[in-house]
């Protein structure tokens, strides 16, 4: 079965620096994977995809991720934080259902 | 439009009571989720709709009721409920099952007492 795992469940950076959350995969066929973000009390938003077109995938809000084979990985990354990024961000993989990592809180100190 | 809309936004039921939540979408996709999230955890699968019939069922009690009327719609009905049901419940679609990202509603925050 495939599944995801985020390593780090609360990440803390300041205004301005690299924002860095971390998604691996386990997956014995090509994977589609996913990562969403949820802000308090609201449903999930997709911020980008990967479904084997491109390894680096750019997504909306000036997130990107980078899709790694060799190191099973599928980490989020976004070269300046925004007050605005605070929130709860989830790494998802997809066969017949959507099956989410155990997500990772981002603080973003000014 | 990418809009999945569901109602109500919150529900406090008692434990006796039966009540529904609705979610709907004209995207036209095909395939429709019930997630269920409690606090600071990430959503867990309940139910999948794949052409208005059911595909997955995560062993979700029978107190939770899914159905699936047409393409666009989606319910989950509810009764004799318990206080640990307490909790966000997500729905969302996509396009067809496999491989295809879910857009999700803003999600029923149900309250049971």
Request: proline content about 5%; aromatic content about 10%.
């Amino acid at each position: 079965a495939q599944s995801v795992t985020q390593l780090g469940s609360h990440v803390s950076v300041s205004e301005g620096a690299l924002v860095l959350l971390r998604c691996n995969y386990s997956s014995s066929v090509p994977p589609y994977l996913f990562w969403y973000v949820q802000y308090p009390n609201q449903g999930l938003q997709l911020l980008l995809k990967y479904t084997s077109a491109a390894t680096l995938v750019k997504g909306i809000n000036g997130f990107e991720a980078e899709f790694k084979k060799s190191e099973t990985s599928f980490h989020l990354t976004k070269p300046s934080a925004h007050m605005s990024d605070a929130a709860e961000y989830f790494c998802a993989v997809k066969n017949n259902d959507m099956r989410f990592g155990a997500g990772t809180r981002l603080t973003v100190k000014p | 439009d990418t809009e999945v809309t569901q109602t109500p936004k919150h529900l406090v039921m008692g434990m006796t009571n039966k009540k529904s939540l609705k979610c709907e979408q004209h995207m036209g996709h095909r395939a429709m989720y019930w997630y269920k999230q409690k606090a600071k955890k990430p959503p867990e699968l309940m139910f999948v709709y794949s052409y208005e019939k059911l595909s997955i069922n995560e062993s979700v009690p029978s107190r939770f009721s899914p159905e699936c009327p047409n393409s666009s719609l989606l319910n989950l009905h509810l009764h004799a409920l318990q206080p640990e049901d307490s909790a966000l419940y997500l729905c969302a679609s996509s396009r067809e099952t496999v491989n295809t990202e879910a857009f999700f509603g803003q999600g029923t925050r149900l309250t049971v007492v």
